[in-house]
């Protein structure tokens, strides 16, 4: 094949692949939210006049074939394979797995994300409570910390992270839970644990003994209202904290939940 048939040929392939690609982008079913990104995901933007003048229309469209690209999941685990299977690459985007376990990246400590909460616990103190409440805090230890060392990646020092909380958070007791936790406490492939694993901790953080009930058929075991208590206390304070200012830190992927979870609970 001459030099021009060559050239003539890729050129018509190439045609093909951005009509094919065009027409799925067009007629492809589009979904509403993402199952793997657990996120809403873009929305085709209003085409007006504004819109245009202003940029919205063009900047929300891009956004939007993005978020609706044919293939686009299975173009994205093709991409996350590759970069730890053979690149040799240590994390996909801040997120690694270990011994089947999915963990997120936390490194360096964020002294400056801690002084934010530090300083919204505060604003909740001074505003509803007073020195009659007894006040309690605690840092959740993300799963890295009990991944990172075994599987060779960095990590913050999450004793520092506690001292630094106890310090900054003078009005509460702080209870460290870290030595009652470990890797299985938490979910292979989420940021949170498991409440039938923690009944010491709930002891712990708690008065009085917890009696862990079994539920029933696919729902695992579950605590009594003790630990329900802490749990409605720590959403309390993310909506708060969400009303009276701007989130402690950038938003994450689910999987990447400085992912401490400090929860103030008053007595």
């Known amino acids: 094949m001459d030099s021009k048939k060559k050239n003539l040929t890729v050129c018509i392939l190439f045609g093909l692949l951005l009509a094919v690609a065009f027409l799925a ?16 995901l873009a929305a085709m933007p209003a085409f007006t006049l504004d819109t ?3 940029g919205r229309f063009m900047s929300g469209f891009e956004t939007y074939t993005q978020d609706h690209f044919p293939f686009r999941d299975q173009f994205r685990t093709l991409k996350a394979l590759s970069a730890t299977g053979l690149f040799h690459r240590q994390d996909n985007n801040g997120i690694y797995v270990s011994d089947g376990f999915a963990a997120a990246v936390e490194y360096p400590l964020n002294e400056s994300s801690l002084d934010r909460a530090a300083g919204r616990f505060q604003y909740l103190y001074d505003k509803y409570l007073n020195g009659s409440n007894r006040v309690f805090l605690s840092v959740i230890p993300d799963k890295n910390c009990f991944l990172a060392r075994e599987s060779g990646h ?39 644990w498991r409440q039938e694993r923690i009944t010491d901790v709930a002891g712990r953080v708690g008065p009085g003994p917890v009696r862990d009930r079994a539920a029933g058929p696919g729902h695992g075991g ?17 909506r708060l904290l969400r009303t009276i200012g701007p989130p402690l830190g950038p938003r994450v992927h689910p999987l990447s939940h400085q992912r401490c979870h400090p929860g103030l609970h008053g007595v």
């Open 222 to 238: 579950h605590l009594d209202s003790k630990l329900r208590r802490v749990c409605v206390g720590a959403g309390l304070l993310r």
């Open 52 to 54: 245009v003048l202003s």
């Open 25 to 40: 982008c067009l007629f492809l079913p589009k979904e509403a939210t993402s199952d793997s990104e657990r996120r809403k």
């Open 154 to 192: 960095l990590s913050m020092d999450y004793a520092q992270l506690e001292s630094l909380m106890a310090q900054k958070v003078g009005f509460a007791d702080y209870i460290s839970i870290s030595d009652l936790l470990e890797r299985d406490d938490y979910y292979r492939t989420d940021t949170h």
